[in-house]
């Protein structure tokens, strides 16, 4: 009950609320985070936590998140991916 109450104020609150969505719950459910090793620089770790977040796809996922996709829009880009990696994959099928 009170997760709803919740969700229902964060629906129109910038790229993370509800429309863009991910829910308040899932996004503390989701947070990447890195241990600091003993004597490591914050900038090593920092360019750790950087290196995580881009092979999870984090990054990524925020920027396309930020505006709302039309589902047609959503097709085109995915099916131009797609023609993409299939020029690719006939380019090189004989090597």
């Excluded at 997760?3 to 609150?13: E, G, K, S």
Aim: net charge positive.
């Amino acid at each position: 009950m009170a997760i709803d109450r919740l969700n229902d104020r964060a629906r129109f609150h910038g790229p993370f609320g509800l429309a863009a969505g991910i829910t308040n719950l899932q996004r503390i459910i989701l947070m990447t985070e890195i241990k600091l090793k003993k004597g490591e620089p914050v900038e090593r770790a920092l360019r750790r936590l950087k290196k995580k977040m881009d092979r999870e796809g984090t990054i990524k996922d925020v920027r396309n998140r930020r505006a709302f996709e039309k589902p047609s829009e959503r097709k085109r880009r995915k099916m131009k991916a797609s023609k993409f990696q299939a020029m690719l994959t006939a380019r090189y099928a004989d090597y």
